[in-house]
């Protein structure tokens, strides 16, 4: 076990951070030919398949939509999954493939899970291996940890096609985009991850329980089922919902510091690709690099911050005598490093899943995935959802800048107008209108006071963060919040919904106004959005939006709890 910071700590962070960056190139290519409609390699596999998918469903691949009908078509798709997903969760205990003779859920956890594996978000309001059967989890949410990825890869492809094309009045065919991400990236790198996974240790069978006698000789049922091909998709796609209750902490979902360092890189390689697949969309890979600069650079504080809080442990305990850094709530196979680490990565890139208890983190080590979590969840993002979320910030930024040199704001050609910027602030307003509306409320009435297990500024930090995940589309959890009850369950779901397809759509109307404006040559007035200074600007316009936004809420939180574990008083 490894406490305080370590040179093997920074290291861990700064090798991870490169295998990132090295890894945007590659992922970005393949995404890229996906992008255009390219035959790849797998297509002679795979190519029959999509084809076969379009006849029977009577789809014209070739025949592209406006955002309006994009949009539409993609809404629908989900809505229908969501109804399908409620109906196997609240019917399970009647299906097959279900030998441990699990119930059906309940009414309003039926809907909050199909809503959040929807969504992509995975919240998780039960124990996975004691709620949910092996069909449910196989036909139920799998199927949502593939298709939420696929949808949010397909609305970045329609956005990049805003940005890339001239006087177009369209920007794809979801349906298109939807089935060759699925078919082409998603489905080949989880076929060869989960097996890596079960090389690792990780259980993939159909049995239920397995019975073990302990070195203490006492009897221990241990649950199985097809944990890896859910792991799987759940890293890659950003996902986060665990077979496991305790998710990713659990050693049959990650069971070595090889599967740990694997699954942090499988949930930032996709995004991270997706920055240099746009760089390359709109004829400039300096512009992809420079968005993925200033995502990593944002990352590296909140990491950086998170491993020095939880290396420094709790001022309280040292009082007491003890030393080191604080291991609460966290893996000995892991320790302090990776498990900062993991949970930087997965709030910064809308994963959810965790190795390590958040509500046992420091004050301040836990604020930071709270604010990734408030920022959108920008900082390389969740599939799709990252790179357009950081790209509404940067027309925030390219109108910041315009006003500076009192000229029309310009991006990679088009014209930034009262439109562009009229609808990335209504798509960045939905994250502290549904996380500081619904907070407040369940903050003051009975039912949401009686969820949080702390008091004082931690419990409210518990209240804060299940809206943040919810919302953010993350997934996480405190770990100290009762969720399942109908209040919650409830205020998640709206929660889920808005903060995903509230976004969703406006983004795709973003993406239609583009799309249809002239290019705009560059001259020598033109605001440069590949250097040092664009990158500054557009981290400083998303650290103030941030700032001013949600720093009441967190003084309120995590920082009054910080300051009442300074002189001694804990909650």
Same mark, same amino acid.
């Given at each position: 076990?490894?406490?305080?910071?370590?040179?093997?700590?920074?290291?861990?962070?700064?090798?991870?951070?490169?295998?990132?960056?090295?890894?945007? %190139?590659?992922?970005?290519?393949?995404?890229?030919?996906?992008?255009?409609?390219?035959?790849?390699?797998?297509?002679?596999?795979?190519?029959?398949?999509?084809?076969? =998918?379009?006849?029977?469903?009577?789809?014209?691949?070739?025949?592209?939509?406006?955002?309006?009908?994009?949009?539409?078509?993609?809404?629908? =798709?989900?809505?229908?999954?969501?109804?399908?997903?409620?109906?196997?969760?609240?019917?399970?205990?009647?299906?097959?493939?279900?030998?441990?003779?699990?119930?059906?859920?309940?009414?309003?956890?039926?809907?909050?899970?199909?809503?959040?594996?929807?969504?992509?978000?995975?919240?998780?309001?039960?124990?996975?291996?004691?709620?949910?059967?092996?069909?449910?989890?196989?036909?139920?949410?799998?199927?949502?940890?593939?298709?939420?990825?696929?949808?949010?890869?397909?609305?970045?492809?329609?956005?990049?096609?805003?940005?890339?094309?001239?006087?177009?009045?369209? +920007?794809?065919?979801?349906?298109?985009?939807?089935?060759? #991400?699925?078919?082409?990236?998603?489905?080949?790198?989880?076929?060869?991850?989960?097996?890596?996974?079960?090389?690792?240790?990780?259980?993939?069978?159909?049995?239920?329980?397995?019975?073990?006698?302990?070195?203490?000789?006492?009897?221990?049922?241990?649950?199985?089922?097809?944990?890896?091909?859910?792991?799987?998709? %759940?890293?890659?796609?950003?996902?986060?919902?665990?077979? =496991?209750?305790?998710?990713? !902490?659990?050693?049959?979902?990650?069971?070595?510091?090889?599967?740990?360092?694997?699954?942090?890189?499988?949930?930032?390689?996709?995004?991270?690709?997706?920055?240099?697949?746009?760089?390359?969309?709109?004829?400039?890979?300096?512009?992809?690099?420079?968005?993925?600069?200033?995502?990593?650079?944002?990352?590296?504080?909140?990491?950086? +911050?998170?491993?020095?809080?939880?290396?420094?442990?709790?001022?309280? &305990?040292?009082?007491?005598?003890?030393?080191?850094?604080?291991?609460?709530?966290?893996?000995?196979? =892991?320790?302090?490093?990776?498990?900062?680490?993991?949970?930087?990565?997965?709030?910064?890139?809308?994963?959810?899943?965790?190795?390590?208890?958040?509500?046992?983190?420091?004050?301040?080590?836990?604020? #930071?995935?709270?604010?990734?979590?408030?920022?959108?969840?920008?900082?390389?993002?969740?599939?799709?959802?990252?790179?357009?979320?950081?790209?509404?910030?940067?027309?925030?930024?390219?109108?910041?800048?315009?006003?500076?040199?009192?000229?029309?704001?310009?991006?990679?050609?088009?014209?930034?107008?009262?439109?562009?910027?009229?609808?990335?602030?209504?798509?960045?307003? +939905?994250?502290?209108?549904?996380?500081?509306?619904?907070?407040?409320?369940?903050?003051?009435?009975?039912?949401?006071?009686?969820?949080? &297990?702390? %008091?004082?500024?931690?419990?409210?930090?518990?209240?804060?963060?299940?809206?943040?995940?919810?919302?953010?589309?993350?997934?996480?959890?405190?770990?100290?919040?009762?969720?399942?009850?109908?209040?919650?369950?409830?205020?998640?779901?709206?929660?889920?919904?808005?903060?995903?397809?509230?976004?969703?759509?406006? #983004?795709?109307?973003? !993406?239609?106004?583009?799309?249809? %404006?002239?290019?705009?040559?560059?001259?020598?007035?033109?605001?440069?959005?590949?250097?040092?200074?664009?990158?500054?600007? &557009?981290?400083?316009?998303?650290?103030?939006?941030?700032?001013?936004?949600?720093?009441?809420?967190?003084?309120?939180?995590?920082?009054?709890?910080?300051?009442?574990?300074?002189?001694?008083?804990?909650?």
């Amino acid at each position: 076990m490894t406490t305080g910071m370590t040179f093997q700590g920074w290291t861990l962070i700064l090798f991870f951070t490169a295998l990132v960056a090295a890894l945007a %190139k590659p992922v970005g290519v393949w995404l890229f030919a996906l992008y255009e409609g390219r035959r790849t390699p797998l297509h002679r596999v795979l190519g029959p398949v999509e084809n076969g =998918f379009y006849r029977l469903s009577g789809i014209d691949p070739e025949a592209e939509q406006g955002w309006r009908r994009y949009a539409l078509h993609m809404l629908v =798709f989900n809505l229908v999954l969501l109804l399908f997903t409620y109906a196997v969760l609240r019917l399970q205990d009647v299906l097959p493939l279900n030998p441990r003779g699990l119930a059906a859920m309940g009414a309003d956890g039926a809907m909050n899970t199909a809503v959040s594996f929807t969504t992509n978000t995975n919240w998780q309001w039960y124990a996975g291996e004691a709620t949910v059967s092996n069909l449910s989890q196989m036909l139920g949410l799998t199927i949502h940890n593939f298709l939420s990825a696929a949808t949010g890869i397909a609305v970045a492809f329609a956005l990049f096609r805003g940005f890339a094309r001239r006087e177009a009045k369209t +920007v794809g065919n979801f349906w298109a985009d939807c089935t060759r #991400v699925t078919l082409y990236l998603l489905l080949p790198i989880c076929v060869v991850y989960a097996l890596f996974l079960i090389a690792s240790g990780v259980p993939q069978t159909l049995s239920s329980l397995v019975d073990t006698t302990s070195l203490e000789g006492l009897r221990q049922s241990i649950a199985l089922g097809p944990v890896a091909s859910q792991e799987a998709i %759940k890293m890659l796609g950003t996902n986060g919902g665990g077979f =496991f209750n305790a998710n990713s !902490a659990h050693p049959f979902e990650n069971p070595t510091a090889l599967t740990n360092l694997a699954q942090m890189l499988s949930i930032f390689a996709i995004g991270a690709g997706l920055t240099w697949c746009f760089g390359k969309a709109v004829g400039n890979t300096r512009q992809g690099w420079a968005i993925l600069t200033a995502m990593l650079t944002l990352f590296l504080i909140g990491a950086g +911050v998170t491993y020095w809080q939880e290396a420094a442990g709790n001022p309280v &305990l040292h009082h007491l005598g003890a030393i080191g850094g604080n291991m609460e709530g966290k893996e000995v196979r =892991f320790g302090i490093a990776a498990s900062a680490l993991f949970s930087v990565v997965t709030t910064a890139a809308s994963c959810g899943a965790v190795n390590a208890m958040h509500d046992s983190f420091t004050a301040l080590g836990g604020m #930071v995935p709270l604010i990734n979590m408030q920022l959108g969840e920008v900082v390389v993002g969740g599939v799709g959802a990252g790179i357009y979320g950081f790209l509404l910030f940067a027309l925030l930024a390219v109108f910041v800048a315009g006003l500076m040199v009192g000229r029309t704001p310009e991006y990679l050609g088009k014209k930034i107008e009262a439109r562009e910027v009229k609808l990335a602030v209504l798509a960045i307003a +939905v994250l502290p209108l549904s996380i500081l509306g619904l907070t407040a409320l369940s903050a003051v009435l009975p039912d949401g006071l009686a969820g949080p &297990l702390n %008091k004082g500024p931690h419990g409210f930090t518990e209240i804060l963060y299940a809206f943040a995940s919810g919302t953010g589309n993350n997934g996480s959890a405190f770990a100290g919040l009762s969720a399942g009850t109908p209040f919650y369950n409830g205020l998640l779901s709206v929660a889920m919904w808005v903060g995903r397809f509230f976004i969703i759509v406006p #983004v795709l109307a973003v !993406a239609g106004n583009l799309a249809a %404006k002239k290019h705009t040559p560059e001259t020598a007035g033109s605001f440069p959005t590949t250097g040092p200074l664009w990158i500054g600007l &557009l981290i400083a316009v998303i650290l103030i939006v941030g700032g001013l936004t949600f720093l009441p809420s967190l003084a309120l939180g995590p920082i009054a709890d910080h300051l009442a574990m300074i002189s001694g008083q804990l909650f």
